[in-house]
Every structure is written in structure tokens, then in C-alpha cells.
């Protein structure tokens, strides 16, 4: 068995997602609530009364201190490391966490102040992302470039085959889509997103980023990590601070990573975060690359990990 942590990303969130395993386990809660942000972590994760769970600024530090919590549940247990980690987006923080070069308190306060640089950089533009499926890659590159006149538009995500992801400014991303299903795509899906994440937009929050790193500690990775920007693991050159900046600003590689990942043996999937996102993105890229046997596990609240515990722990 080799297995493989795969951290959900945003859009994934949840009101109430952490709830069981905070009232079940201590190191959950510990994890939870080691960092100092400026909201109330745990109510706006549990309860979301004034409903900003979806926006960018709570969306990123909820979500990781979910991730954290199952990590520290992870090895409470003893459930066994994996052979590498990746996530999607702001999941990368997560998969970087479990490395061991962020603790849990570093990686939520990174991504809080990673989600407001981020959401700050999207203020009073009307942006867009679009999911466009089943056209190749290439097409909707020249769709992009033809929508060009009516603004920014760009591929942001490359999940996996047959789905790839548009964003930028609205008019464009519009415009593009039109050209997509015109060209061919089966569908072009809007997605509920606050910004037009992994474009040219996110070029000051990503600068802004990049200069916080400088004054981040950064432990010894312990486990190999595929990185967004590059779709696989990072050479000895390559900067970590570097990778998280560009990864805001360029385009997500999960199609890469998925595929390095099912070609280098891995056969055990367990995806964390609410939601089953990537497991999509697995079976579809697995099933492109015609391999067949592996498995995936989901872990979204106790039971599941239970679950997972029976046969991985």
C-alpha cells in the first residue's frame, strides 16, 4: 500500500465542519485552537451566525484548522504517514503542516493573512471563475486569448481531465465561455467563488504574501509535498515561499499531481476536508491513465476517521 493526503480546498467549507472531532478529541482541539486571529475561530466554523463562512478571509483560516485537527487526530492515533501530500489551493498549507514545515498555529495564521491579502486584492472588481468540461486544454487557451479584448481572463485550475478552470474579470470570463461552448465544452459551469483566484489579478496579493513568508519559520520537510504551481515534488533550487507566491498567481496543477502521483504507485487516496472534490479528480484521472486499482478514503467528520483507522492504523 502507498498512500497519498490530499487536502480539499476552498469551496469545500462547511458550517459545523470540525464539531464532532473538536468535542471527541483533545488534539483536535488543541490544533483548532492554536492560532490568534482576529474572529472567533470556532464559531464562525461551527455555528456561522452572521453567514461569512463562504468569504475568502474565515473560508481559509476555517478550512485549515480543520486539516490541522484531523493531522494532529492522525497521529494521536497513529495512523501512519503517508508516502506524499498535495492539496488543492489553500489545502497546500494543510499538506505543507502535515510535512512538518508549518506547525498548526503558523499554517492557519499564514492563511489568514493569506485570505485577506487575497480578498483585499479582489475588492470592487467583478470577477468570475467558470469551470469549462470535456474541451481540451488548448482550445480553451484560445478561447481565453480571443476574450482577452473584454479583460482578463485565464486558465486557473487544471484539475483533471476533461475539467479545467477559468477566472478573472467577469465580461472576460463570460466571453470565454461563450467561445468555450461554442468550440465544443459539454458544459460551462459558474462557480461560487469570492475572487478570481490563480490569475494575473492576485499579482499584489501575492508580492504581499511572499514578504509575510520572509518572516515565517519554516520546519524540515519530513514528507514529500507536490506543489500546485509545479505538479510534483520541488528540487533542492526551488524556494518555498517562492511556490506559495506563484501559486496564487498561476495556474493550479492537480492534473499533474494526480498524475505523477497513480504513475509513481500510490494506491491509497485519502482526501480531507468536507466535500469529495478530489476523489473526483482521482477516479477521472486514474481512469484516463487506465488504472483501476486503487482506493479512496474520505475524511470529513469522527466516523470517518474511525473508519479509516480500521484500516490504515
Do not use: W
Amino acid at each position: 500500500m502507498k498512500t497519498a493526503f490530499l487536502y480539499a480546498g476552498q469551496g469545500s467549507q462547511t458550517v459545523g465542519m470540525g464539531k464532532d472531532l473538536y468535542e471527541k478529541y483533545g488534539s483536535f482541539r488543541k490544533a483548532f485552537d492554536a492560532a490568534d486571529l482576529s474572529f472567533d475561530l470556532k464559531k464562525v466554523c461551527f455555528e456561522d451566525p452572521d453567514g461569512v463562512i463562504n468569504e475568502t478571509e474565515y473560508t481559509q483560516p476555517c478550512m485549515t484548522a480543520f486539516a490541522v485537527g484531523v493531522n494532529a487526530v492522525f497521529e494521536e492515533l497513529g495512523i501512519g504517514k503517508p508516502a506524499y501530500v498535495a492539496g488543492l489551493s489553500l489545502g497546500e498549507y494543510s499538506a505543507l503542516s502535515m510535512a512538518g514545515v508549518f506547525d498548526a498555529k503558523t499554517a492557519v495564521e499564514t492563511v489568514a493573512y493569506r485570505g485577506k491579502v487575497m480578498a483585499d486584492c479582489a475588492e470592487g472588481i467583478d470577477t468570475g471563475m467558470t469551470a469549462i468540461l470535456a474541451l481540451p486544454v488548448e482550445t480553451i487557451q484560445e478561447c481565453c486569448d480571443k476574450a482577452g479584448s473584454e479583460g482578463i481572463v485565464q486558465i486557473c485550475n487544471l484539475n483533471c481531465p476533461g475539467q479545467t478552470v477559468i477566472g478573472g474579470e467577469k465580461k472576460a470570463v463570460d466571453k470565454a465561455s461563450e467561445l468555450c461552448s461554442a468550440a465544443g465544452a459539454r458544459r460551462c459551469v459558474p462557480l461560487k467563488v469570492s475572487g478570481p483566484f490563480h490569475t494575473s489579478i492576485m499579482e499584489p496579493a501575492g508580492e504581499k504574501l511572499y514578504e509575510y513568508l520572509k518572516g515565517v519559520e519554516f520546519g524540515e520537510m519530513q514528507i514529500p509535498v507536490l506543489f500546485n504551481y509545479l505538479g510534483h515534488e520541488k528540487e533542492d533550487k526551488d524556494d518555498i515561499r517562492e511556490l506559495l507566491r506563484l501559486q496564487i498567481q498561476r495556474s493550479v496543477k492537480m492534473e499533474d499531481t494526480l498524475t505523477y502521483l497513480l504513475k509513481d504507485g500510490v494506491d491509497t487516496f485519502v482526501e480531507i476536508g468536507p466535500g469529495k472534490a478530489l476523489s473526483g479528480f482521482v477516479k477521472k484521472t486514474a481512469k484516463a491513465l487506465g488504472i483501476e486499482d486503487y482506493r479512496i478514503f474520505n475524511v470529513e467528520n469522527a466516523e470517518d476517521i474511525e473508519a479509516l483507522m480500521k484500516e490504515m492504523g
